[in-house]
C-alpha cells in the first residue's frame, strides 16, 4: 500500500464548475501538505501549502487538511480551460524535507 | 520563490553512455533535491544534493549510478550513468530557498535513453 494515494482521473468538469481533489495518506508523522499544478512537459508549481490541520484559502483555491482523517482536499472554484492539467499532493514530517507524493489526478475543465 | 533552470531541457541518448544534468538557481538556497518523474508516474526523491559534501541517497538510488555535485548555494549537477532504457523519465531539480519551508521545482529535463 502506497503512503499517499491519489485517484489518477480524469477528472472532466464544465468550465465554471467546482473541482473538488483529494489525498489519503497513512503516516500520521506527516505535518506539511502541499499541492502542485503539473502542466504537460513542464515542472511541478507549487499551488498551496499548508501545516497540520484547518483550512486555507487563495483566490479560487481551497486547501483543507484533516489530520484525524488522514485526508486532504483542494477546491478550485469558477473552474477555467487553463486549469485544465494534473494535481499532486505532497506531504512531508515536521523534521527533514523529503516529500511524498500522491500519484496526481488529471483534470480537465471543458469550455 | 526561486528561478530554477535546467540544462538541458531534454536529451536523447544511447545506452551505456552518461548525462550530465544541470540545475541553476537565482538566489541561494538552503537545500537543492533531484527527483525522478517516470512516464506516467508520480515524482519519486532520488536524493538531497549537499553543499560541500556527498549527496544523501534515498533507498534504490547509488552514487555510481546517480553521481550529484553541489559545489556551491546555487548550483548542482545529476548525472544518470551508464544508460538504460529504464532510466528514460524526466529528472527534476527542487529547491527551498533560504528562510523558507516551501520547496520549489525546475521546469526538469526529459531524457529519453534508446
Known amino acids: 500500500q502506497k503512503e499517499v494515494e491519489q485517484d489518477p482521473g480524469p477528472l472532466s468538469v464544465p468550465e465554471g464548475a467546482i473541482v473538488s481533489l483529494n489525498c489519503t495518506y497513512s503516516?500520521?508523522?506527516?505535518?506539511?501538505f502541499m499541492w502542485y499544478r503539473q502542466y504537460s512537459r513542464k515542472g511541478p508549481e507549487l499551488l498551496m501549502y499548508?501545516?497540520?490541520?484547518g483550512n486555507k484559502e487563495d483566490g479560487r483555491f481551497t486547501a483543507q487538511v484533516d489530520k484525524s482523517s488522514k485526508y486532504i482536499s483542494l477546491f478550485i472554484r469558477d473552474s477555467q480551460p487553463s486549469d485544465s492539467a494534473t494535481y499532486l499532493c505532497a506531504m512531508r514530517q515536521a523534521a527533514g524535507n523529503k516529500l511524498t507524493f500522491g500519484g496526481g489526478t488529471r483534470v480537465l475543465v471543458k469550455p | 520563490s526561486a528561478v530554477i533552470s535546467q540544462k538541458p531541457s531534454r536529451d536523447i541518448c544511447q545506452r551505456g553512455t552518461s548525462l550530465t544534468i544541470q540545475c541553476q538557481v537565482d538566489?541561494?538556497?538552503?537545500?537543492m533535491f533531484w527527483y525522478r518523474q517516470q512516464p506516467g508516474q508520480s515524482l519519486t526523491l532520488i536524493a538531497t544534493?549537499?553543499?560541500?559534501?556527498?549527496?544523501?541517497?534515498e533507498s534504490g538510488f547509488v552514487i555510481d549510478k546517480f553521481p550529484i555535485s553541489r559545489p556551491n548555494l546555487t548550483f548542482s549537477t545529476l548525472t544518470v550513468s551508464n544508460m538504460s532504457p529504464e532510466d528514460s523519465s524526466i529528472y527534476l531539480c527542487?529547491?527551498?530557498?533560504?528562510?523558507?519551508?516551501?520547496?520549489?521545482f525546475g521546469p526538469g529535463t526529459r531524457l529519453t535513453v534508446t
Open positions: 538566489s541561494q538556497v538552503t537545500m
Open positions: 503516516n500520521s508523522a506527516f505535518q506539511y
Open positions: 527542487s529547491v527551498v530557498p533560504s528562510g523558507m519551508n516551501e520547496q520549489y
Open positions: 544534493a549537499n553543499q560541500g559534501s556527498e549527496a544523501t541517497y
Open positions: 499548508t501545516y497540520s490541520s
